[in-house]
């Protein structure tokens, strides 16, 4: 039952982004949307990507194994530097009509340092993707009882991913995170019930990571 509603829910993402993609007539709307999303679909990117497989998976099990210690560095540091970088850099890259990040080193420096620093930008990102992934693939493979293996579970979920962005750009991935944030928020706010409730209380399980 799990699996199928995962399996819907994958298949009703690619249409959404798939829907999307009509608002695309150019780069500047597959790259940034047209510079027009609303700030609630601004709102629902940030905490969908950063709130993913590997947050509610990995992250759990680091703050059952090492307590509240165990967060310091993400999610707590990670929210951080996102509300620091909105604070400081965001309006000033955004007056600057950047495609992406790369640009602002291409017209600060030259091209040499805009490669060399979107490399950078790249190869650190490969760890966070990999684990989103990771987590994906774990997922299928607990929900159909070792039926999909991991690496058949990380093909599909990288797929879909895959599809709906190539598909409609930042528009697609702009409607299908604000529907990812609504099913987060509802999941979570279930199974957070759900849990403490089994724990005990909140007060047993603020015991438990101190």
């Known amino acids: 039952m799990l699996l199928a509603l995962v399996v819907v829910y994958l298949l009703v993402s690619i249409g959404i982004g798939v829907a ?9 709307d597959f790259i940034t949307a047209g510079r027009s999303l609303p700030m609630f679909m601004v709102i629902a990117m940030v905490f969908a990507t950063w709130f993913g497989a590997e947050t509610v998976l990995g992250i759990s099990a680091t703050f059952l194994d090492e307590g509240f210690r165990g967060l310091i560095s993400d999610p707590l540091g990670a929210a951080a530097c996102l509300v620091l970088f909105g604070l400081i850099f ?8 950047l495609l992406t990040l790369g640009d602002f080193f291409y017209y600060r420096y030259n091209k040499k340092t805009e490669m060399v620093l979107s490399a950078c930008i790249m190869l650190s990102y490969l760890g966070w993707v990999s684990a989103q992934v990771t987590a994906l693939g774990l997922v299928f493979n607990v929900l159909s009882e070792g039926s999909v293996s991991m690496t058949a579970g990380m093909v599909i979920g990288a797929g879909v991913v895959m599809i709906y962005t190539l598909v409609g750009g930042m528009w697609s991935v702009a409607v299908t995170t604000t529907v990812q944030m609504v099913v987060i928020v509802a999941g979570l706010l279930l199974v957070t019930s759900s849990a403490t409730n089994m724990a005990g209380g909140v007060g047993e399980v603020v015991a438990a990571a101190a």
């Open 20 to 28: 999307a993609a009509r608002k695309v007539h150019s780069a500047s």
């Open 90 to 97: 965001a309006l000033p890259l955004y007056r600057m009509k």
